[in-house]
């Protein structure tokens, strides 16, 4: 039902994949992955049989290269109702709390930071490069490095926006300032991605969107204010994970063994 995505729900495991497919075009963007992204968070969001999503690319030379700049995004002229393409690839713009763990195979730039900004759990490949384009195109670096502020911080931030196209950002270096969290071969990044969002799963839904609910929402308030924030999700969230729990051991579906912790 999608032109530029795939969208693929594992019964099994209660994980949701979806595959951004327009490897032709280094999977840029246009306005129809835009719709339809915002589409597949909604999809994902309201089916109570998805606990959490795993978020990756086709192809083996980019994850993303952001907005397809060959076609046009389609603006309204009226320049005060433009819009901001990132709202509808981003999941927390849409509400969506389900844990997402986001795989970065290749080239990563510009517009893709949007999905990696949004992303709960991000891990990468050994030959993902990341970067941002603007200024090298005569752009304002201006919205994907508020997100990325919160993941690396102000310093790093920085110096991907400022020095544009000359400042290639290696796995091993994105996982030293905190970009991802984890970094495998190839071959094995996107089997690594579904157990780690298999294993999320596995947790109570009521636990892990809770979670990320208040977690997310706590960088736009003060500490005060986040912390009274999130005890009120923990009296409401907690009954009812508790009770998950509870129902997952009566039918003999318990969380599955951890086993050996991964060494990053």
């Not at 397809?68 to 709390?97: A, C, F, R, V």
């Not at 196209?165 to 495998?184: H, M, P, S, Y």
């Not at 969230?237 to 051991?249: D, F, I, S, V």
Request: charged share 25%.
């Amino acid at each position: 039902m999608f032109e530029t995505i795939l969208l693929d729900i594992d019964a099994a495991t209660h994980v949701a994949t979806i595959t951004l497919n327009r490897p032709e075009q280094l999977n840029a963007f246009n306005r129809t992955m835009c719709e339809e992204m915002a589409e597949a968070w909604r999809m994902v969001k309201l089916d109570d049989d998805v606990h959490a999503v795993v978020l990756r690319s086709a192809g083996d030379r980019a994850f993303s290269a952001g907005l397809d700049i060959k076609t046009s995004y389609g603006q309204p002229e009226n320049i005060w109702n433009h819009e901001d393409p990132g709202e509808l690839l981003s999941p927390k713009w849409q509400k969506m709390w389900k844990p997402v763990v986001c795989a970065v195979q290749g080239m990563c730039t510009a517009g893709a930071f949007y999905f990696i900004n949004e992303s709960d759990v991000v891990i990468c490949s050994t030959d993902a490069t990341f970067f941002d384009s603007h200024v090298s195109a005569g752009l304002v670096c201006a919205l994907e490095p508020i997100g990325l502020m919160r993941r690396v911080g102000l310093g790093d931030t920085l110096r991907m926006a400022l020095m544009g196209n000359d400042e290639r950002v290696g796995a091993e270096t994105a996982l030293r300032i905190g970009l991802v969290t984890e970094v495998v071969e190839r071959e094995q990044l996107w089997a690594r991605a579904h157990e780690i969002a298999s294993t999320i799963a596995a947790k109570p839904p009521s636990a892990t969107q809770g979670s990320v609910k208040a977690i997310w929402e706590s960088l736009d308030k003060p500490y005060r204010a986040a912390l009274e924030q999130g005890l009120i999700y923990t009296r409401l969230g907690n009954p009812r994970g508790t009770a998950e729990l509870a129902a997952q051991r009566e039918s003999g579906g318990g969380e599955r063994p951890a086993g050996e912790p991964k060494i990053r």
